[in-house]
């Protein structure tokens, strides 16, 4: 069976300074993993995917992920951080298949001190 | 950018009654999903839809939840009988085909508070 783990429920992190929001995942098969970011009151936006290749992988508002096979991980970076960036991140994994059904993890808080 | 909308936003409806849950799905998408978030838990997948027909559904899409595409551009989830349990956000999202990896866009939700 597929699953996620996001292990922080909140990152705490000051504007400027680089962030990370951690993923692992387990699936049989070959995974594809994507992070999706919802602002207060909004739905799910779409931030980034691995599906093969390059192992970073660079997404909208200068996030990007490294999808690392041996660690089992799928970490969401950004280099600078912004207040606007506070939000709910999710990881999420799909196996493909007959409805390329998403599992989502159960998300991480990230909040950004001006 | 073309995205998926529903309505309504924000539903209170009493225990018991029935709720239907509309979604417009980007045009050329053909792969239609319904989500749930209950409030502080995470994403949980309901139900696939595709050509006219189920195509998976969870153990959580019993036969309270229903879904329909009753014409060319309208995504629908009904809730015969609802529960306090079904208080949640639900999302309906879309996709253009069903390709390992394909991105899945979601909608801005619709929560549903039962009383």
């Known amino acids: 069976a597929q699953s996620v783990a996001q292990p922080e429920d909140q990152v705490n992190v000051a504007e400027g300074n680089p962030l990370t929001v951690k993923c692992t995942y387990s699936?049989?098969?070959?995974?594809?993993l994507f992070w999706y970011v919802q602002y207060p009151n909004r739905g799910l936006q779409f931030l980034l995917k691995?599906?093969?290749?390059?192992?970073l992988v660079k997404g909208s508002y200068g996030f990007e992920a490294e999808f690392n096979k041996s660690q089992t991980s799928f970490h969401l970076k950004k280099p600078s951080a912004l207040v606007s960036d506070s939000a709910l991140y999710f990881c999420a994994v799909s196996r493909g298949g007959a409805t390329n059904k998403l599992i989502f993890g159960t998300g991480t808080l990230l909040a950004v001190q001006p | 950018e073309p995205e998926v909308t529903q309505t309504p936003s924000h539903q209170v409806t009493q225990m018991g009654q029935e709720v239907i849950l509309r979604c417009v799905p980007i045009?050329?998408?053909?792969?239609f999903y319904w989500y749930r978030q209950i409030l502080g838990q995470k994403v949980e997948f309901l139900v696939s839809f595709y050509n006219n027909e189920i195509s998976e559904k969870s153990e959580i899409f019993d036969d309270q939840f229903s879904v329909e595409r009753p014409d060319g551009s309208n995504f629908t989830l009904k809730i015969r009988s609802t529960k306090l349990e079904d208080s949640a956000m639900y999302f309906c999202?879309?996709?253009?085909?069903?390709?390992?990896?394909?991105?899945?866009?979601f909608g801005e939700g619709s929560w549903l508070t039962v009383v």
């Open positions: 045009s050329n998408h053909l792969y």
């Open positions: 999202a879309s996709t253009n085909e069903i390709r390992s990896g394909n991105t899945i866009y």
């Open positions: 691995y599906i093969t290749g390059d192992n």
């Open positions: 699936v049989s098969g070959n995974p594809y």
